[in-house]
């Protein structure tokens, strides 16, 4: 049995959305003991300011991640993004592991992947890696990342500015679908994860900021290049 209450949406108060901005953002869901609310604008899911987790429970949730580069499993898992990154990088690009966590022996798993490529990437992560490299930089990565985003639009911002013209930014996170969000999704329950998108959501995100398509999956991995 699900965990979950529909919300009837005239009832409740809007939200404002903290990726496109519209203020008729509605209440969605309640589950896992925190609200969570959806833009019809960019289809965002988002939970509101007031259920954020303390800084301090957030960090201990990530250190608890096992990032291991001699688990292949954790490995097959970056591939998804790294490889089709990869494919549409030149050879001796720089770019951004943003995001990076926390790593057992001090270098990322996915800056390990690329620089196996010939292409050098930095790590940067609020917690663990807080000194931001230079840019600005032929890529920017940021698996599992968007979905812990607290001001998606302002983040997104920076990396846009961080990025040379014709960068790619490439995102792996999981795209909601409605039965899979009802239905007590592993993902939606983590409480450090504060925004879900789909492919509308990335839509938006193109044509507000100035990036194109580049590839998708259309399920976790999208590759977005600055125009």
């Keep these: 049995m699900s965990d979950t209450t529909s919300h009837t949406p005239k009832d409740e108060q809007h939200e404002t959305c903290p990726l496109c901005?519209?203020?008729?953002?509605?209440p969605y869901l309640q589950a896992d003991a925190r609200d969570y609310s959806h833009c019809p604008v960019c289809r965002?899911?988002?939970?509101p300011p007031g259920f954020w987790p303390a800084p301090e429970a957030e960090k201990a949730r990530y250190e608890q991640?096992?990032?291991?580069?001699s688990d292949e499993g954790y490995i097959a898992f970056l591939r998804q993004l790294s490889e089709p990154l990869v494919r549409l990088l030149p050879q001796g690009a720089r770019g951004l592991d943003f995001g990076a966590g926390p790593a057992s022996d001090g270098h990322p798993v996915l800056c390990e992947l690329f620089?196996?490529?010939?292409?050098?990437?930095?790590p940067y992560d609020t917690y663990f890696f807080p000194e931001t490299p230079d840019g600005p930089f032929d890529f920017i990565a940021a698996s599992e990342t968007f979905e812990h985003l607290r001001?998606?639009?302002?983040?997104?911002?920076?990396?846009y500015e961080n990025l040379k013209p014709g960068g790619l930014l490439g995102v792996m996170t999981a795209f909601w679908e409605e039965a899979l969000f009802a239905n007590n999704w592993h993902y939606r329950r983590d409480f450090t994860?504060?925004?879900?998108?789909?492919?509308e959501s990335f839509a938006w995100i193109q044509e507000n900021f100035g990036f194109a398509c580049r590839w998708t999956d259309e399920?976790?991995?999208?590759?977005?290049?600055?125009?």
Excluded: T, W
């Design 21 to 26: 901005g519209s203020d008729d953002a509605e």
């Design 44 to 47: 965002l899911i988002f939970v």
């Design 65 to 69: 991640h096992q990032n291991y580069g």
């Design 115 to 122: 620089q196996a490529q010939g292409i050098k990437c930095l």
């Design 151 to 159: 001001h998606p639009r302002e983040e997104i911002g920076r990396i």
């Design 193 to 199: 994860h504060l925004c879900f998108y789909r492919m």
């Design 219 to 227: 399920r976790r991995v999208i590759i977005l290049e600055k125009l």
